[in-house]
């Protein structure tokens, strides 16, 4: 089991399946077949029996959903047991290569002991949502110390500005602390699921607000740009820039029916119907929204139902609106994400910052009422006496912002990328007169922002008039002309064939990587 076997993984997959089916229907008919074979597992593995560090983790995730709907205290039991088998094996510890010192499999170091984001990163990240699931349930605190680490490393050395995580084509696995290129970039699909599921953890764990930040920055860009707007065709992984110059073999410029391992799609099937469960959260007379997406939660709070509904034109539109409409009036917090984005907060670290400030102040208001508010660990705080009715509106600013990298990541020095709201943006060849990566952004270049609902299923565009390069070879000279440049959603592109694209733009002619190359592209028909 060992490495690359992966016959606990598919175990794994077995008992989520089962667990979802159950919650679904009631049925226990899939459920009684699982619990059937982690019998097996818990009877095989544990202490005095067979130990061993699962190949590729999720049996972990899969044993605590086990747990969590029996009640059976050897499933938890088996998976922190799973957890502590890290670390055990001799692998070389002198070795530098990821798979010989065990770091590709995160088995190097028992889980306790490790801090840093490594490996091959499902693998990681499934690791970590485990660690997490068995330190809420346990209290194991070595453990929480240990997935704070890692969390912390990660998003502050490992984070595509997309949310994308997996740095390296070669093992699919994070790299070296800012190890964060664009035209090599992995970030393979099922990673950005895998993340997911890690910050739902998270913010499970500790209630903060930087956690659901994560989730939203992977979820609307990262994890979307997976599949087509056709909903038939999938990256595996997503890059960050495609150039015509090309010569990465790894990088892919459009989206595929199927692979040969076909986990990426499989895997967005598997997510997309759990999304309601990342919406809301509730602790107690705590009631959470995460998400806004528009929706209507039932919820028991203080014995009492409570519908929470949500109508909302987000990402696009900053004007959120709520309304709350319990059986009986009764009182309750509701906490209402603020998103670091909307407070001056690009990610939860200095990985990536915004080039300037914006003072906008997020306004909240109660039955058309403007209201004071507490902010705790990203949320606002709303106290109330709830009645049938009630309305809450929140206003986010939703300008155009200038994302700059933090300068220890090379390949993005000198650059800047584009935000509104949750979303990043890129510029793609169909918009941009053939091209993408010719564009200079300058700190003058004034961006509009204008929804288009014919283009690629209706998105808010980003246009401004911009210096682009021009390369004379015959002549040898090199020019900047205006240009229109426009940008999309990045989760939107590779819709329209083949071409150009990039997520960072340079800040000046002396950065840009100049393309003398022909151009070729194919726009496909639809």
């Known amino acids: 089991e060992r490495e690359l076997s992966h016959e606990l993984y598919n175990a794994g997959h077995l008992y989520e399946a089962a667990v979802a089916h159950y919650q679904a229907t009631g049925k226990k008919t899939l459920l009684n077949i699982a619990l059937k074979n982690a019998d097996l597992v818990c009877s095989v593995f544990g202490p005095g029996r067979r130990s061993v560090a699962p190949g590729h983790e999720i049996v972990e995730m899969g044993l605590v959903k086990l747990y969590r709907v029996t009640g059976q205290p050897k499933y938890l039991a088996t998976a922190k047991f799973f957890l502590d088998a890290r670390g055990q094996y001799p692998y070389d510890a002198k070795s530098k290569d990821p798979w010989k010192n065990g770091s590709y499999w995160q088995d190097d170091q028992p889980v306790v002991a490790q801090h840093e984001a490594e490996g091959h990163a499902v693998r990681a990240e499934y690791l970590y949502s485990a660690m997490a699931d068995v330190a809420a349930l346990t209290g194991d605190q070595p453990l929480l110390t240990a997935v704070d680490s890692i969390w912390q490393n990660m998003v502050s050395k490992k984070l595509y500005l997309t949310g994308g995580t997996g740095a390296v084509p070669g093992g699919e696995r994070f790299g070296a602390n800012y190890e964060l290129p664009n035209t090599t970039a992995y970030n393979e699909t099922c990673a950005s699921v895998a993340d997911v599921y890690w910050q739902q953890r998270m913010f499970q764990l500790h209630g903060d607000a930087k956690y659901a930040d994560v989730l939203e920055k992977v979820l609307y860009n990262g994890l979307i740009s997976g599949v087509g707007l056709d909903g038939k065709s999938f990256f595996y992984s997503n890059a960050m820039q495609i150039k015509n110059t090309a010569g990465f073999p790894q990088t892919e410029p459009?989206?595929?029916?199927?692979?040969?391992?076909?986990?990426?799609?499989?895997?967005?099937?598997?997510?997309?119907?759990?999304?309601?469960?990342?919406?809301?959260?509730?602790?107690?007379?705590?009631?959470?929204?995460?998400?806004?997406?528009?929706?209507?939660?039932?919820?028991?709070?203080?014995?009492?139902?409570?519908?929470?509904?949500?109508?909302?034109?987000?990402?696009?539109?900053?004007?959120?609106?709520?309304?709350?409409?319990?059986?009986?009036?009764?009182?309750?917090?509701?906490?209402?994400?603020?998103?670091?984005?909307a407070r001056g907060e690009a990610v939860p670290?200095?990985?990536?910052?915004?080039?300037?400030?914006?003072?906008?102040?997020?306004?909240?208001?109660?039955?058309?009422?403007?209201?004071?508010?507490?902010?705790?660990?990203?949320?606002?705080?709303?106290?109330?006496?709830?009645?049938?009715?009630?309305?809450?509106?929140?206003?986010?600013?939703?300008?155009?912002?200038?994302?700059?990298?933090?300068?220890?990541?090379?390949?993005?020095?000198?650059?800047v990328a584009l935000q509104r709201g949750p979303v990043i943006y890129c510029a793609e060849w169909p918009d941009n007169q053939g091209r993408a990566t010719n564009l200079i952004v300058p700190p003058t270049a004034s961006f509009t922002a204008a929804y288009q609902p014919d283009l690629l299923n209706g998105v808010e565009v980003l246009t401004a008039t911009v210096p682009a390069v021009r390369?004379?070879?015959?002549?040898?000279?090199?020019?900047?002309?205006?240009?229109?440049?426009?940008?999309?959603?990045?989760?939107?592109?590779?819709?329209r064939g083949k071409g150009e694209m990039t997520v960072w733009f340079p800040a000046k002619v002396v950065d840009v990587d100049l393309v003398t190359r022909p151009v070729v592209q194919r726009e496909e028909k639809k």
Request: a positive charge; proline letters at 8%; hydrophobic letters at 40%.
């Open 254 to 341: 459009a989206r595929a029916g199927w692979f040969d391992c076909s986990c990426c799609p499989t895997n967005l099937a598997r997510l997309f119907p759990s999304l309601p469960g990342y919406v809301y959260g509730q602790h107690d007379k705590d009631v959470y929204v995460n998400l806004f997406i528009s929706s209507t939660a039932d919820l028991t709070v203080n014995k009492k139902l409570v519908q929470l509904t949500q109508q909302n034109n987000y990402p696009w539109d900053g004007g959120l609106k709520f309304t709350v409409n319990p059986a009986a009036a009764t009182d309750f917090n509701l906490l209402l994400r603020v998103p670091g984005w």
């Open 349 to 415: 670290s200095n990985l990536y910052t915004f080039a300037a400030p914006d003072n906008q102040p997020v306004v909240i208001k109660i039955n058309g009422q403007p209201t004071t508010y507490a902010l705790r660990h990203g949320y606002a705080v709303l106290p109330r006496h709830w009645r049938k009715g009630d309305v809450i509106e929140m206003t986010l600013p939703m300008d155009v912002r200038r994302v700059v990298a933090n300068p220890h990541v090379k390949d993005d020095l000198g650059k």
């Open 471 to 495: 390369v004379d070879e015959a002549a040898g000279t090199i020019q900047t002309v205006p240009q229109q440049l426009t940008a999309i959603p990045y989760y939107a592109w590779a819709n």
